[in-house]
T-cell receptor
C-alpha cells in the first residue's frame, strides 16, 4: 500500500519564478492538505482540497494556489517566489468520511525541499 | 501567544531513559491530538493519535491528554539511539474540514 508520494524531492528556483509541486494521496484517502515547514519550525497549514475544491485556507497569500484532480492527486503552485518561500512543503492525506472517528488519521509525505535563490 | 506551545529542546538523554515530551495548547475546542516523529530532512511520521482525555499506549510509546489543563504528553520508555529525532505535537478541531495546528517540535537526542 503506497503512502503519500510527493515530487520533486528537491528543487532550486530563482526569485520571481513559479513552482509546481505534486502529491498523490495514500490509497483510500480523498482529502489532500498542504503545509509549509520552515527550518526549525512546525508545519504551517496552507490549504486543503476535497472533491476538487479548496475547502480551507491558512494565512498564506494568493501567490499560493492549488488544484485537486479527479483521482485525488493534487498540485501546489507558488508564483512570484520570494526568498522566504524556501521551506519543506508537505502534503498530507486523510479521509473525509473518517473525520471525527477513531480512524481519523492524517499521513504526510516526505516533502519537497524548495530553495529560492 | 501561539495556539500550541512546545519546548524546542534539544533534550539529551542516555539510552534506556524514560523520555517525557510535552505540549500545551490554548484553544479548548481542540478535540484530537497527534504525535509525529520527524527525522532530519524527512516528512513527519504519525506515531500516536488520541481523540479524548486519558492515556493511549503503543509499544514503548504512551500518549497522554489532559483536556482540563490543555496539556498533552508523549512518553518513550527504554529510549534508543534510533529514537533521536524531532517530535511534533499536533492538534485540531473536529468541525468541518480538519487542519492540524503544530507545535515547533522538540529535538530529542538519545546517546548510546
Amino acid at each position: 500500500d503506497a503512502g503519500v508520494t510527493q515530487s520533486p524531492t528537491h528543487l532550486i528556483k530563482t526569485r520571481g519564478q513559479q513552482v509546481t509541486l505534486r502529491c498523490s494521496p495514500k490509497s483510500g484517502h480523498d482529502t489532500v492538505s498542504w503545509y509549509q515547514q520552515a527550518l526549525g519550525q512546525g508545519p504551517q497549514f496552507i490549504f486543503q482540497y476535497y472533491e476538487e475544491e479548496e475547502r480551507q485556507r491558512g494565512n498564506f497569500p494568493d501567490r499560493f494556489s492549488g488544484h485537486q484532480f479527479p483521482n485525488y492527486s493534487s498540485e501546489l503552485n507558488v508564483n512570484a517566489l520570494l526568498l522566504g518561500d524556501s521551506a519543506l512543503y508537505l502534503c498530507a492525506s486523510s479521509s473525509y468520511t473518517r473525520q471525527g472517528t477513531s480512524g481519523n488519521t492524517i499521513y504526510f509525505g516526505e516533502g519537497s525541499w524548495l530553495t529560492v535563490v | 501567544q501561539k495556539e500550541v506551545e512546545q519546548d524546542p529542546g534539544p533534550l539529551s538523554v542516555p539510552e534506556g531513559a524514560i523520555v517525557s515530551l510535552n505540549c500545551t495548547y490554548s484553544n479548548s475546542a481542540f478535540q484530537y491530538f497527534m504525535w509525529y516523529r520527524q527525522y532530519s530532512r524527512k516528512g513527519p511520521e504519525l506515531l500516536m493519535y488520541t481523540y479524548s482525555s486519558g492515556n493511549k499506549e503503543d509499544g514503548r510509546f504512551t500518549a497522554q491528554v489532559d483536556k482540563s489543563s490543555k496539556y498533552i504528553s508523549l512518553f518513550i520508555r527504554d529510549s534508543q539511539p534510533s529514537d533521536s529525532a524531532t517530535y511534533l505535537c499536533a492538534t485540531g478541531m473536529n468541525t468541518g474540514f480538519q487542519k492540524l495546528v503544530f507545535g515547533t517540535g522538540t529535538r530529542l537526542l538519545v546517546s548510546p
